[in-house]
């Protein structure tokens, strides 16, 4: 099955700079690559996503990029902001396979004002 | 919006207690999941389900068992509870079987003393 793995597992960076987490994944035939954001007492929420016919896909201050040969995905978060603190998790799957997506162990950013 | 309610936020309970984790959703999404969230191992599919009536294990069914009854609630239940199930649990629901944006709950934290 699908095993991925997510670095690092805490980051902390000052207001303003910028933020970069990584995962890797084992199934090359995984296609989906979302992206998850879990606030302090919520459940995750998807914040972007990304399919393999792209190599990248931007939405205001995140970005995400796939690198399909060396099987790995990064999150990248420009002009952090207080508001961005929060556990990150990448996920990977096959997409419209019906099979489960498989998380990282997810990623603490802390962002000093 | 969609709403993913989880009955209880916080249960303490004793080692060999029967548990139930309920769960409701608003969007008459088909698919409901059961997560585990533990620090490091990232989230962790317990069961899930495509319809009522129906499930399926995921990838750490042991000791637990679910049932869902109705389209709009899923339930968690562990028969008998250990000290190694003290975690949170998250429960999502998706809308189809494809890349499917999963819709979180809150969570509810168990501890089994």
């Known amino acids: 099955g699908e095993n991925v793995e997510q670095h690092p597992s805490t980051l902390s960076v000052q207001e303003g700079d910028s933020a970069v987490i990584k995962c890797t994944y084992s199934?090359?035939?995984?296609?989906?690559f979302p992206w998850y954001k879990q606030e302090l007492g919520k459940g995750p929420q998807l914040i972007i996503d990304?399919?393999?016919?792209?190599g990248e896909k931007k939405d205001q201050r995140i970005a995400v990029t796939l690198n399909k040969t060396a099987k790995h995905f990064s999150l990248h978060i420009t002009e952090t902001q207080p508001e961005d603190s929060a556990v990150y998790f990448c996920?990977?799957?096959?997409?419209?396979?019906?099979?489960?997506?498989?998380f990282g162990g997810g990623t603490r950013l802390m962002v000093k004002p | 919006d969609v709403k993913v309610t989880q009955s209880s936020r916080y249960l303490v309970k004793r080692t060999g207690e029967k548990v139930f984790l309920e769960c409701v959703q608003d969007?008459?999404?088909?698919?409901m999941f059961w997560y585990r969230q533990d620090p490091g191992l990232g989230l962790r599919l317990i069961y899930f389900?495509?319809?009522?009536?129906?499930?399926e294990k995921g990838d750490i069914p042991e000791g637990y068992s679910v049932s869902r009854e109705k389209k709009e609630r899923f339930s968690l239940i562990l028969e008998s509870a250990s000290t190694n199930q003290t975690s949170m649990y998250l429960c999502?629901?998706?809308?189809?079987?494809?890349?499917?944006?999963?819709?979180f709950g809150e969570g509810s934290r168990l501890t089994v003393l």
């Open positions: 969007m008459d999404h088909e698919n």
């Open positions: 990304i399919r393999s016919n792209v």
């Open positions: 996920a990977a799957k096959v997409y419209n396979a019906g099979n489960m997506l498989t």
């Open positions: 389900s495509y319809d009522v009536k129906m499930k």
């Open positions: 199934d090359s035939a995984s296609n989906y």
């Open positions: 999502a629901s998706s809308m189809d079987r494809g890349p499917g944006e999963l819709f």
